[in-house]
C-alpha cells in the first residue's frame, strides 16, 4: 500500500510515526511532502526510513491514500498543486478540522472517495480518539484499510460527518479540557500545606493509576467510584462537597461551546 501525506508537521508526524512503529506498514510504504522544509523531511527519511518528494506526480502516482494534513488555510493551495496529478485510484484521508468533504471534492475537481478524520493530540502517545466519516462512495475493504491505519495510533469512531463536530468537542479539544481540570485540581492540592513539586508528581501518578484502572477494570467508572467510597468516610465527604456544584452543568456548558465554534469555524472556512 501507497500512503502520501501532504503536510508533516504535528499531527501528521504523530500518525506516520504510529503507522511505522505498529508495523501496519513499512515505512517505505510512506511517501512525505510540504511546502519548503526540506530539511525536515530529510529528518524524517533518515530517522524512520521513510521516502520523500515534492515531485506531486509522481507522489500520486499509484498512491493508495493521500493524506491531507496541512492547516485548514493552507488547503486551497494544496488543492492546486496536486490537482493536476490526481488519478481515479487515489483515496483521500484529511485530518483538516473543519472542512466538509463537499468542500474538499470542490476544490480538488473530483469525486474520489474521502474519508475524514478528526484525531487528538494523544495520537502521540497512540491513543488518540480518532473520530471518522466516509464520504458515500467509499467501499467497505478501503474503509477497513483507513480503519486499520487509525487504529495503528488509537481507537476509532465512525460517525456521520455532521456529528464530527461533537466528536472535535468530547475528545479532539478534551485533552486540553482534562488538563485544565488536572490543573485546578493541583492548585487546590497545592493550598493544602505541601510542597507544589511533591503535590505535582502525586497528582501526576494519580491520573496515570486512575486511567491505568479504568483501561484494565470491566466496571464502569460509576462503580469504580462507589468501591472506594465508604459511608461516612473522607471519600463521601469530598464527593458530597462536590455534589454542591453543578459539575454536569459545567461540562454541559464547556462542550455546546466547542461544539458551536466548531460549527462557525466550518462555516467559515467553508465560505
Ligand atoms: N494538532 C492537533 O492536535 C490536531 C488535532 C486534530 C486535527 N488537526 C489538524 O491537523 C492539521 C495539521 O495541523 P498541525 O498542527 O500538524 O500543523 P503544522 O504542524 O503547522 O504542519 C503543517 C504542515 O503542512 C505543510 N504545508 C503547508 N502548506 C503546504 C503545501 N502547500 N503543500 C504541502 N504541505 C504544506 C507544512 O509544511 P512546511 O513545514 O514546509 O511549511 C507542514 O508540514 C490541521 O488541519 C489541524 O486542523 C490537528
Known amino acids: 500500500m501507497k500512503l502520501v501525506f501532504y503536510g508533516a508537521g504535528n499531527m501528521a508526524q504523530a500518525i506516520f510515526k504510529g503507522i511505522i512503529d505498529s508495523k501496519t506498514l513499512n515505512s517505505n510504504d510512506i ?15 533518515e530517522e524512520l ?22 492547516k485548514p488555510y493552507d488547503f486551497e493551495e494544496v488543492a492546486k ?6 488519478t481515479d485510484d487515489n483515496r483521500f484521508i484529511s485530518i483538516m478540522a473543519g472542512l466538509p468533504i463537499n468542500y474538499i471534492h470542490e476544490q480538488l475537481q473530483v469525486t474520489n472517495p474521502i474519508a475524514r478524520i478528526m484525531p487528538n493530540t494523544n495520537a502521540q502517545v497512540g491513543h488518540s480518539v480518532t473520530g471518522i466519516s466516509f464520504s458515500g462512495n467509499f467501499g467497505p475493504k478501503s474503509k477497513d484499510e483507513v480503519i486499520e491505519l487509525v487504529n495503528a495510533f488509537g481507537s476509532v469512531i465512525e460517525v456521520d460527518e455532521d456529528h464530527l463536530h461533537q466528536v472535535t468537542a468530547i475528545t479532539g479539544s478534551g485533552p486540553a479540557f482534562l488538563y485544565h481540570v488536572f490543573e485546578q485540581y493541583v492548585k487546590a ?22 486511567s491505568k484502572m479504568i483501561e484494565r477494570s470491566d466496571l464502569s467508572m460509576e462503580q469504580l467510584r462507589k468501591n472506594i ?7 463521601q465527604a469530598g464527593l458530597d462537597a462536590l455534589a454542591q456544584h453543578d ?15 466548531s460549527m462557525e469555524l466550518s462555516k467559515n472556512e467553508n465560505n
Open 229 to 235: 467510597t465508604s459511608k461516612g468516610g473522607t471519600t
Open 189 to 210: 492540592g497545592t493550598e493544602l500545606g505541601l510542597e507544589k513539586g511533591q503535590v505535582e508528581e502525586s497528582i501526576k501518578n494519580l491520573i496515570i493509576g486512575t
Open 49 to 70: 526510513g521513510v521516502e520523500y518528494s515534492y515531485d506531486d506526480e509522481a507522489l500520486l502516482k499509484d498512491a493508495d491514500y493521500v493524506f491531507l494534513g496541512t
Open 81 to 86: 498543486r496536486i490537482q493536476p496529478h490526481i
Open 31 to 45: 511517501y512525505l511532502t510540504n511546502k519548503s522544509n526540506e530539511e525536515r523531511l530529510k529528518q524524517f527519511a
Open 247 to 261: 459539575i454536569k452543568g459545567i461540562f454541559e456548558d464547556c462542550l455546546n461551546a466547542a461544539v458551536e465554534r
